[in-house]
């Protein structure tokens, strides 16, 4: 068996066992919406939660503060606020930095692996994932991402690996993303979002009597890992998503094809910059969190799933008959 499976099969045991909706806190660069010159730098290893805060003194000098601490059970961190002064500059030699300052305690309360709470000597604010580049849920979904599906009641998993390249738009203006299962371009792969835009659909051409359909919540607000319910099923039959789904980004679709994202008709996919601006404001809305914490959309109604899935299905049948011209 090999490490990456090795790692999934890992990482979905301990997300189906969990008796509450424990979660990571995503690592990379963080901020208040709206604000200029204020940022975090949150990084997650296991239980431990390192955090480093950039802004300015009284008199407009850049200043950062650090803080490190452990996850608990509720997704909370609570750690002491350091100070560092007179370190290195960018054309000086090296000369360490000095703890000049314990200013306090911070207390981070984790909403989802995206969103937070700070309570810190500034008062309380909350702070979110940058989202500097991957813009609306589409965006989000392009890239290499693993799969690992079984019941709840017993240990046996199932994986799969699918590549989103491209996004594309249908006659009603929709945005979704067109794929394959990795290794094999004939496997086709659509994702789109639902229309109350708190799930993805993904439908997967698995064989040529199956169907894989995933449906993955947004509940999460995770960027590079999802969880929902699953199903492997006849194409002459509705899905029945009776098992649970973890997936996570593996790789970008440079990293997994050698080329960039593509876009098809009239679709705008955009990256930096003034683009990525572009993009937040375009057809979707930008994404509010959910008020339940319930990670799982098994409250969708079944007729409703079924008609987005065959949706999707006939938009496959458009693409593949696209491809083959």
């Known amino acids: 068996m090999s490490k990456l499976i090795k790692i999934c099969l890992a990482f979905c045991l301990m997300t189906f066992a969990s008796t509450s909706h424990a979660f990571l806190p995503e690592n990379g660069w963080w901020h208040v919406d709206g604000w200029r010159g204020l940022g975090f730098s949150i990084e997650a290893q296991h239980d431990m939660v390192f955090l480093a805060a950039y802004m300015y003194d009284e008199a407009g000098n850049p200043i950062f503060y650090q803080a490190a601490g452990k996850l608990d059970s509720e997704n909370t961190v609570t750690a002491k606020l350091n100070k560092w002064e007179n370190g290195i500059c960018l054309t000086c030699e090296y000369t360490p930095a000095e703890l000049t300052e314990k200013v306090g305690t911070i207390v981070i309360k984790f909403d989802s692996p995206t969103t937070a709470e700070v309570?810190?000597?500034?008062?309380?604010?909350?702070?979110?994932?940058?989202?500097?580049?991957?813009?609306?849920?589409?965006?989000?979904?392009?890239?290499?991402?693993?799969?690992?599906?079984?019941?709840?009641?017993?240990?046996?998993?199932?994986?799969?690996?699918?590549?989103?390249?491209?996004?594309?738009?249908?006659?009603?203006?929709?945005?979704?993303?067109?794929?394959?299962?990795?290794?094999?371009?004939?496997?086709?792969?659509?994702?789109?979002?639902?229309?109350?835009?708190?799930?993805?659909?993904?439908?997967?051409?698995?064989?040529?009597?199956?169907?894989?359909?995933?449906?993955?919540?947004?509940?999460?607000?995770?960027?590079?890992?999802?969880?929902?319910?699953?199903?492997?099923?006849?194409?002459?039959?509705?899905?029945?998503?009776?098992?649970?789904?973890v997936a996570h980004r593996w790789r970008s679709t440079m990293e997994a094809t050698d080329q960039r994202p593509s876009t098809s008709g009239n679709a705008t996919l955009t990256t930096e910059g003034e683009e990525a601006t572009h993009l937040q404001a375009m057809t979707f809305q930008q994404y509010e969190p959910a008020s339940s914490s319930n990670a799982y959309p098994e409250d969708q109604p079944d007729e409703e799933v079924v008609q987005m899935f065959r949706k999707i299905e006939r938009i496959m049948d458009e693409h593949k008959s696209s491809l083959s011209k």
């Open 119 to 245: 309570t810190w000597p500034g008062g309380t604010i909350n702070i979110q994932r940058f989202n500097f580049s991957l813009g609306h849920t589409i965006n989000q979904m392009l890239g290499e991402w693993i799969f690992v599906a079984g019941p709840t009641n017993y240990a046996i998993f199932t994986g799969e690996r699918i590549i989103f390249d491209q996004v594309e738009i249908d006659d009603s203006g929709r945005y979704y993303a067109t794929g394959y299962r990795t290794g094999d371009t004939n496997s086709t792969a659509v994702v789109m979002e639902s229309d109350d835009q708190q799930s993805v659909y993904i439908l997967l051409d698995s064989s040529s009597s199956y169907y894989e359909t995933f449906l993955l919540s947004k509940s999460s607000q995770a960027y590079n890992s999802r969880e929902g319910q699953y199903d492997l099923h006849k194409k002459t039959e509705n899905p029945q998503l009776d098992s649970k789904v």
